[in-house]
């Protein structure tokens, strides 16, 4: 009976570890700052052994790439409203939201760090600036599908994601609703203006 009772929760005890190692982690770069915490710190905080998680994870780096990744995918997901201006607005939203809050800011900073950890470091923060790539390609490619022409993924990079990671990261002021609309306003205004000039007759 007991077995079969285990046989219906397949995962059960293995997403509550991850969970609880990924809590862990997150306040340790809350609390701490990437580079002054190791697996065995992870592990006592997340109440688990830490061969348990050289086990899943294999090191540091994997597991704080999995952390940053998760996080991204479940917090941010890419809204399809029917417009891109819409599309464009509700993302942004969503990642001041999501950046605004405690463990947030902690991913950012443990991105940044992560270009500092040598090889693998490098590999996890490729991974989660890839990851951001493909959400916004995603968007992208559905205004295209619309018949729409949407700015590329480095327009919304330089106008609309970098000014909000540079403004949490280093505390200069909330991400209001009113801040980032303009920031999704120049956006537009810059693309539509550029739309122009390219679609306007050279000659006479």
Do not use: C
Request: no cysteine; hydrophobic share 40%; aromatic share 6%.
């Amino acid at each position: 009976m007991v077995e079969q009772q285990r046989a219906k929760r397949p995962g059960g005890r293995s997403a509550r570890v991850r969970a609880a190692v990924h809590q862990a982690v997150t306040e340790l770069i809350a609390e701490q700052g990437y580079g002054s915490f190791n697996v065995g710190d992870v592990a006592a905080r997340a109440g688990v052994a830490d061969t348990s998680v050289y086990r899943r994870w294999g090191n540091l780096e994997a597991l704080l790439m999995d952390v940053a990744i998760t996080w991204l995918t479940t917090t941010s997901p890419i809204p399809d409203t029917g417009s891109m201006a819409t599309d464009l607005r509700a993302y942004a939203a969503n990642v001041a939201r999501d950046i605004g809050g405690p463990d947030g800011l902690a991913v950012l900073r443990l991105v940044i760090a992560l270009s500092n950890a040598g090889e693998a470091g490098l590999r996890a923060r490729d991974a989660f600036l890839g990851e951001r790539g493909q959400q916004l390609q995603g968007m992208l490619d559905h205004a295209r599908e619309r018949g729409e022409h949407p700015p590329d993924g480095t327009e919304i990079l330089d106008h609309i994601l970098a000014p909000m990671y540079i403004r949490t990261l280093f505390g200069m002021g909330p991400l209001t609703p009113e801040y980032v609309d303009a920031l999704v306003d120049r956006l537009l205004a810059f693309h539509n203006n550029a739309t122009a000039d390219t679609e306007r007759p050279s000659g006479p």
